[in-house]
């Protein structure tokens, strides 16, 4: 399932139709946060693999729910994720299988560091003043 739209969406659409797994693909597009949120819990694996992100709070919500992540190495991912290069497709094909294997997936803690969200507080503030 590939949640939310954006900018590469009818590149999305094209690849999954000519994907020859269009049947099992489901194109969500955007849904409400609660209905995400039951997504990623859902979910065996989410997968954050972009080219153009920063600290992505789904990421974080995805650990905190307990769902193994694999994201794209961007330099800011919490702890627990695994984390591969951009572009690295046999990375990515690795990363799923080693979490497929396991008997039950890890669930990792709840990240509770909130160094990030004191920083962007922080830019806020001085923004608004």
């Excluded at 299988?97 to 004191?118: F, S, Y």
């Amino acid at each position: 399932m590939i949640v939310g739209g954006g900018s590469m969406q009818s590149e999305v659409k094209a690849a999954v139709k000519n994907s020859g797994c269009a049947d099992n693909i489901c194109l969500a597009g955007n849904v409400d946060h609660a209905v995400t949120l039951h997504l990623m819990k859902d979910a065996d694996i989410v997968l954050r693999t972009t080219r153009f992100d920063g600290d992505a709070i789904s990421v974080r919500e995805a650990l905190f729910l307990g769902t193994p992540v694999i994201a794209t190495d961007n330099g800011m991912r919490p702890e627990g994720v695994e984390l591969i290069g951009v572009g690295d497709v046999a990375a990515l094909v690795e990363s799923v299988k080693e979490i497929a294997k396991r008997d039950k997936p890890v669930k990792p803690v709840g990240q509770t560091d909130t160094e990030n969200i004191a920083e962007i507080l922080s830019i806020y503030n001085d923004l608004a003043s």
